[in-house]
């Protein structure tokens, strides 16, 4: 069945960096878009960002352009979320998503169970 | 604020029918297709509803979709206390270039 497993989320300073992971079974990985969707403690959900299938389109939210990057190793099946200049408000619930095209859409049919980041002095 | 606009909250009692809107513009639902989500509370959304109203495999056919211009809906028929969730729309938008979200609609079964 498919499986989407997040890792990597902490407490962090304001200004340092957390890499998120996203481990993929059950499908073929390298067939599928992928996003992150985070959602702030008792707030609703807030697309970040997402890759084409290959890694060779990305897109982020305005929020997080020129500090976050995702990435992808579809030989290892993992999306990634380089996250650097944290701040306060980053503080969420990232969620990985599949989206049910090669490019990036919007978010679909399968979530991960989230990871928390918390970014607090 | 988002750039779809939902109802914070909905509610009905059981065995009614509920409707949540969905409402966007041009550049977003007026162009592209909706999805929903439905989330219980510490858990990850789920896939409702997408293509506007189509249903995956195991979601009940008390949950339909449809859309119309530039606002998209949800109805839940026959409502059980189960239904009782965070439900959340999303489309594509083609000015900012990336999928937006609504702010969410809390549902209570009365």
């Known amino acids: 069945q498919v499986q989407l497993v997040e890792s990597g989320g902490g407490v962090v300073q304001p200004g340092r960096s957390l890499r998120l992971s996203c481990a993929a079974s059950?499908?073929?990985?390298?067939?599928?878009?992928m996003h992150w969707v985070r959602q702030a403690p008792g707030k609703g959900l807030e697309w970040v960002a997402a890759?084409?299938?290959?890694?060779?389109?990305?897109k982020y939210v305005d929020s997080v352009e020129g500090r976050f990057t995702i990435s992808r190793d579809n030989s290892k099946n993992t999306l990634y979320l380089q996250m650097n200049s944290l701040r306060v408000e980053d503080t969420a619930v990232y969620y990985c998503?599949?989206?049910?095209?090669?490019?990036?859409?919007?978010?679909?049919?399968?979530w991960g169970q989230g990871t928390l980041v918390t970014v607090s002095s | 604020q988002s750039v779809l606009t939902q109802p914070p909250s909905a509610s009905g009692a059981p065995r009614q029918r509920v409707t949540i809107s969905c409402s966007g513009s041009?550049?977003?639902?007026?162009?592209?297709?909706v999805n929903w989500f439905q989330q219980f509370p510490g858990m990850a959304p789920k896939l409702l509803i997408y293509f506007n109203s189509q249903r995956p495999s195991g979601v009940p056919d008390r949950f339909s979709g449809s859309e119309s211009g530039t606002s998209a809906s949800l109805a839940i028929s026959g409502l059980q206390s189960e239904d009782e969730a965070d439900y959340y729309c999303a489309s594509w938008d083609d000015n900012l270039n990336g999928p937006v979200f609504g702010g969410g609609t809390k549902l209570t079964v009365l």
């Open positions: 059950g499908f073929i990985f390298s067939r599928h878009g």
């Open positions: 998503a599949r989206d049910h095209t090669t490019r990036a859409t919007i978010p679909s049919d399968y």
């Open positions: 890759i084409w299938n290959d890694g060779g389109n990305e």
């Open positions: 041009r550049s977003n639902i007026g162009r592209n297709t």
